[in-house]
């Protein structure tokens, strides 16, 4: 079985579904633990992104590291809308989202024909470049100091001003994307997605437009970063340029790589097992980078395709099990 196949999608989707209504319930069993609730929202904002970045690297197999870029798009830009422009918040985002995505087709229709590191180092000029505007954008962007007083999101009489109600405006992004993404990679698109993945010359042979597909990939995932970093900016509302870091791009990379690229449940395993790492491993002080960085190693040695990876590979076991066991009968 390929990486990433189709095949392979649709086995985790019932996991997926288990962990949202997981998710859906823990604010309540939390309801005192104010930091814990304000960890979960970040890592449904970790997933949308990554999400998009599966889309890119995962699915049509281009490398991006410069994910942070839109990310910073996204919160600037609904930051900005709606602090300086009155724009209301739940236009605001999606305004952000469709940006990112317009500078994420930009960057990709010049870039598209590198491979590889040459991408790689395209994508984190980028990043470095959007950071670098954002701290000498004078009274804009409000330089190293940011945009602080972010309006918060209101839906008629509801206004989302604490952690717990914004979980759940958090929690229908997350559904809506993951099924927005679902229905995406089992489509024509996604088909060419993974043809260009996995060979661009016999893509290309088979009638593929590439470049129009990989670009129309790197807009896709510019878009859910955007989402990810215009719910980042009015869930803590301020943002600062030092919040999207090259560093940043690389630990979005990072929980791909970890949860398992091309698939569904990828991206959701790689941020929870990310985060819940940095969480514990902040006892043991200066050396938690190091041992954070020891063990991301260990599990992509022995688990190159990630976790989702050895899940399928878990249930793929069990099923020739099973086939067995009822052949014999």
Known sequence: M???GLSAFRAPRWAVVWLLVT???LPLLLSHQIYWILLLNLAGIYVIVNSGLDIVYGYSGQISIGQAGFYAIGAYGSALLAARLDVPVILSIPLAALAAALCGAL?????VKLVHHFLAMVTIGFGEIVRLLLLNGGELTGGPDGIVS??????????????RRYFYVILLSVTLLLTVKARLVESRIGRAFVAIRESPRAAAACGIDVQRYKVLAFAIGAFYAGVGGALYGHLIRFVSPESFSLEQSVSFLTMVLLGGAGSLLGPILG???VMLLFEYLQVFGQAQMALYGLVIIGVLFFMP???AGVLRDAADSAQRRRGATNGAR
């Open 2 to 4: 390929t990486r990433g």
């Open 23 to 25: 998710a859906a319930t």
């Open 107 to 111: 960057i990709a229709l010049p870039s």
């Open 150 to 163: 972010i309006p918060k999101l209101e839906i008629g009489p509801i206004v989302f001003d604490t952690n």
């Open 271 to 273: 941020t929870l097992i």
């Open 305 to 307: 395709r990630g976790l």
